[in-house]
């Protein structure tokens, strides 16, 4: 058996939380309607719009690139441009999936602090040209919890609305880390969403104590039509969509999905907090998630590796990225920290 020891490489390192598990059990009992069809999927749906206290429509997908990808093709066609950060997961970590599924919609890319777009950013490109020589700019994409593991607030996302109406340009989130958005900013869901002009929202499930499926969730209507289709032709209808839906529900109906991400964000606070005090560290970010980014000597990160430590440096070399998870230990921080002091001494 390969060592099963709590890892901070990614927060989809982690297993499925309880609440999902035992709603997944529950779905499991008996026979019932396929294709989404059935009542646990009915009943995400109203948890959801519940949740956004909005008229929002959901449907659930397998993975986040999927979300994504199928969410940029409903707002962008072949000839459109899309607009991202740098280091937007859609950008960098999708194998072009929203290029293929949109047939050809390219993306432009935009610097900004902190893994964050910023309006100026947007405007840029918006006006850059005005040709028919040019792909047409259409939407924006934005990543809550960011890449760097930073938060747009109301009011970020507010002025980054203001410039996409101005220009004409939909708004997407792409919420891989909503939960951990919304757990650092302590606001109602719909105050990072349908309030700020938010088209379309992908939630991640599987980075917040899910097995798998993430639920796309249009604030706008007219964005969601015939998306029903998009996902059947991209293999993304699942028969037993109920073990996807319940699993939602299970986190949902009694606020585990936001207990987990405050429970992921106050261990990266603490992390934080414990690597802030050696010098040899470097945090490169603002900690306002459940993620902490660090420069180390190369030859530090390699002694923890020699010690067990996995780590993803999306970053680069020299820079390790550190995600917590619902079910990150404190003994896991302090074996982590009594390791890397070590390290550091070797
Ligand atoms: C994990 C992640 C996704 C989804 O990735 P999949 O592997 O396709 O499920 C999307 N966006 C961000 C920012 C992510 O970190």
Same mark, same amino acid.
């Given at each position: ?8 490489? !990614? ?11 035992? @709603?997944? %059990? ?5 026979? $019932?309607?396929?294709?989404? $069809? ?17 008229? +929002? ?26 607009? +991202? ?6 950008? =960098? ?36 040209? @005005? ?63 349908? $309030?700020?002009?938010? $088209?379309? %929202? =992908? ?12 639920? =796309? =969730? ?24 109920? #073990?996807?839906?319940?699993? *939602? ?7 585990? *999905? ?5 429970? @992921?964000?106050? +261990? ?24 902490? #980014? ?7 990160? @390699? ?5 067990? *430590?996995?780590? !993803? ?12 998870? *619902? ?20």
């Amino acid at each position: 058996m390969p060592p099963t020891h709590q890892q901070f490489t !990614s927060d989809n390192c982690s297993g499925i939380c309880p609440e999902a598990l035992a @709603a997944l %059990l529950e779905a499991n009992a008996g026979h $019932d309607r396929s294709y989404g $069809d059935d009542r646990w999927t009915a009943e995400a749906c109203e948890l959801f719009r519940a949740l956004f206290d909005a008229d +929002c429509q959901v449907y659930f997908v397998l993975t986040g690139t999927a979300g994504n990808a199928l969410a940029l093709a409903s707002a962008a066609s072949s000839y459109h441009s899309i607009i +991202c950060h740098r280091v937007a997961h859609v950008e =960098v970590d999708e194998c072009g999936a929203p290029e293929f599924f949109s047939h050809g919609a390219k993306i432009l890319l935009a610097d900004g602090e902190d893994g964050k777009l910023t309006p100026k950013g947007i405007r840029e490109i918006a006006t850059r040209r @005005a040709d028919i020589h040019y792909p047409k700019p259409r939407a924006v994409s934005v990543t809550q919890s960011t890449e760097a593991g930073t938060v747009y607030s109301p009011a970020d996302l507010l002025a980054l609305r203001t410039a996409c109406r101005d220009h004409g340009l939909a708004l997407h989130m792409d919420g891989a880390r909503f939960a951990n958005a919304v757990a650092s900013l302590g606001c109602a869901p719909r105050a990072i969403t349908a $309030d700020c002009g938010v $088209d379309v %929202l =992908v939630f991640g499930g599987s980075k917040n104590g899910l097995s798998i499926g993430e639920a =796309v =969730v249009f604030f706008n209507p007219a964005m969601a039509d015939e998306f029903d289709y998009r996902c059947k032709q991209a293999g993304q209808l699942l028969s037993k969509m109920r #073990f996807v839906a319940s699993q *939602w529900v299970g986190v949902l109906r009694d606020g585990a *999905w936001l207990r987990h991400a405050r429970h @992921a964000n106050d +261990c990266a606070a603490e992390l934080d907090r414990q690597l802030r005090a050696i010098p040899q560290a470097t945090v490169l970010f603002p900690r306002q998630a459940n993620g902490v #980014f660090v420069r180390l000597p190369p030859p530090t990160i @390699a002694e923890m590796n020699r010690r067990g *430590w996995r780590f !993803s440096d999306t970053f680069g070399p020299g820079t390790i990225r550190l995600m917590c998870s *619902w079910d990150t230990t404190p003994e896991t921080i302090a074996a982590f920290i009594t390791d890397l002091k070590a390290a550091l001494e070797a």
